[in-house]
RNA sequence: GGAGGGGUACCCGAGUGGCCAAAGGGAGCAGACUGUAAAUCUGCCGGCGCAGCCUACGGAGGUUCGAAUCCUCCCCCCUCCA
């Protein structure tokens, strides 16, 4: 093993593709001089995380692996009044109970990417200090460094002059400014990053602290990161992709990123696996069908970092299951834990349910069953579905929608496999 | 508070007494082609064992043989005036 290059935190997000905006690139020097203090804020707005946040979370990884501080954190102050930035309309506010349950939740999850033991990361919530603000106090404090004519020309704020913002709202800018002289003051922390929508937000803050302190502050943006179709990240037909493995399988987490579009493969190779950039390089350089080999390591590396070795290894086997394998040479990207070849047929990691076996004895018409199992959403989906041919039983086509199955159909591993098109698979465990 | 415009399926959006389970587009699902990719083409796309019935055009009533369409009241959104 050779020994690790000396990088800088600033190169490694600049080479990775995280830097859409940067508000002074001094900040690349004091990466350089020493550990820093760096911080990101993730608002508790739903029970889980999901694919989308991904890149702030890598963000902190990374900053975590040069050597740096990162604080993660929770919005359960602000999220109570919610963030106008790049939305359309005001957002609904969230109850206090809400907002304390999803903080919790979100710890859990960022500790899954980011490290909390000692000396680690820094995990906060900003209600510990926004909740006990006194009204007349920040307004002389805080309040009087604020420009409204600034204010109201940020881009952040521009957008909702328009469908209208009310006050609660126009506040948020001094809150997430205020959080960051707080963290400045309270934890030295130097740096701010976030989505390139808080851009205004952040210049807030850094100005905040300039004016408070008389020190200067530093801010980073991300790109908004869409897919090669133009869509969100994590956002699917069937919904949203949860970082939560209760809400989305670690099998379905691994279907997401192997079904990446051609063109997003390197990028998100870069973005969301910690691989070496050369090795990315190669990969990147594959062309046609070649690249599955790669979405396949993107798949599992991705997969490995938010649920464990594990679980990626049962998404992979389960994968190779049912699309087949494709052995990887040992020489490509060896820097990922992928197996590269067979292991025994598993399909443990497929979504699955368990069902009577008095069920299949009595045997049920096939259109049934994949509505029950919710393949389908509705019995008509359900017959449709196999009228047109996409119905199958261990893969096998079913011809009639109302085709019995039954006891025939359960394999020696005591499961049915239903599939629905090419690639959708359930799994029906008869007890 | 006054005047006007509008609320149609997942989204946009046509329809202004029967031919409307509602044009068209997008999204989605399936099939073909492929590489678990994209593009393209084809079919499907409210529910129900489905030539029939049920539920649906903001909500509640009413007129009519028949209402998304006409009338009354109510709720919500937008524009202009105050």
Same mark, same amino acid.
């Given at each position: 093993m050779k020994a690790q290059p000396v990088t800088n935190l600033y190169d490694v997000l600049k080479t990775r593709g995280f830097i859409e905006q940067v508000t002074d690139e001094d900040i690349r020097r004091i990466i350089a001089e020493g550990p820093v203090v760096c911080y990101i804020g993730f608002d508790p707005t739903a029970t889980s995380l999901h694919v989308g946040s991904?890149?702030?979370?890598?963000?902190?990884? +990374?900053?975590? !692996?040069?050597? +740096? !501080?990162p604080?993660?954190?929770?919005?359960?102050?602000?999220?109570?009044?919610?963030?106008?930035?790049?939305?359309?309309?005001?957002?609904? &506010?969230?109850? #206090?109970?809400?907002?304390?349950?999803?903080?919790g939740a979100l710890k859990r999850q960022l500790s899954n990417h980011i490290s909390f033991e000692k000396g680690g990361a820094v995990l906060l919530n900003n209600a510990d200090w926004l909740e006990p603000l006194n009204y007349i106090e920040f307004l002389r404090d805080i309040g009087r460094h604020f420009s409204v004519n600034r204010m109201l020309a940020a881009e952040s704020y521009r957008m909702r002059l328009e469908t209208g913002l009310n006050f609660i709202e126009f506040n948020y800018m001094l809150l997430q400014a205020y959080d960051f002289w707080y963290l400045f003051r309270h934890h030295g922390c130097l740096l701010q990053m976030g989505g390139n929508d808080q851009w205004g937000n952040i210049v807030a803050g850094i100005d905040l602290i300039r004016r408070i302190e008389g020190k200067q502050a530093y801010g980073i943006t991300f790109p908004l990161i869409t897919t090669a179709l133009g869509?969100?990240?994590?956002?699917?037909?069937?919904?949203? &992709?949860? #970082?939560?493995?209760?809400?989305t399988t670690p099998h379905e987490y691994y279907q997401y990123w192997v079904n990446t579009d051609d063109?997003?493969?390197? !990028?998100?190779?870069?973005?969301?696996?910690? #691989?070496?950039?050369?090795?990315?390089?190669?990969?990147?350089?594959?062309?046609?069908?070649?690249?599955?080999?790669?979405?396949?390591?993107?798949?599992?590396?991705?997969?490995?970092?938010? +649920?464990?070795?594990?679980?990626?290894?049962a998404a992979w086997r389960a994968a190779v299951t049912t699309f087949g394998l494709r052995p990887l040479d040992p020489a490509f990207m060896p820097s990922s834990h992928i197996p590269r070849q067979k292991e025994e047929a598993?399909?443990?990691?497929?979504?699955?349910?368990?069902?009577?076996?008095?069920?299949?004895?009595?045997? &049920?018409?096939?259109?049934?069953?994949?509505?029950?199992?919710?393949?389908?959403?509705?019995?008509?989906?359900?017959? !449709?579905? &196999?009228?047109?041919?996409?119905?199958?039983?261990?893969?096998?086509?079913?011809?009639?929608?109302?085709?019995?199955?039954g006891i025939e159909h359960v394999t020696d591993r005591g499961e049915i496999l239903l599939r629905k098109g090419k690639k959708t698979y359930f799994r029906i465990i008869v007890k």
């Open positions: 991904l890149v702030p979370i890598m963000a902190l990884a +990374h900053a975590q !692996r040069n050597g +740096h !501080r604080i993660a954190l929770v919005g359960g102050g602000t999220a109570l009044i919610g963030d106008p930035s790049g939305k359309t309309e005001m957002r609904q &506010i969230l109850s #206090l109970d809400q907002v304390r349950a999803n903080a869509t969100k990240m994590g956002k699917t037909e069937r919904g949203t &992709i949860w #970082l939560d493995g209760a809400l063109a997003d493969v390197e !990028r998100f190779l870069r973005l969301f696996t910690f #691989l070496p950039m050369d090795e990315i390089a190669e990969a990147g350089a594959l062309r046609g069908s070649e690249l599955n080999m790669a979405k396949s390591v993107l798949a599992f590396e991705a997969t490995r970092i938010t +649920h464990g070795e594990d679980a990626a290894r598993d399909t443990s990691a497929i979504p699955s349910m368990i069902k009577r076996r008095e069920v299949f004895e009595r045997g &049920i018409a096939a259109f049934e069953l994949f509505q029950e199992v919710n393949l389908c959403a509705s019995r008509g989906e359900a017959r !449709r579905l &196999i009228e047109q041919g996409g119905g199958y039983v261990n893969d096998y086509q079913i011809r009639l929608f109302d085709e019995k199955i």
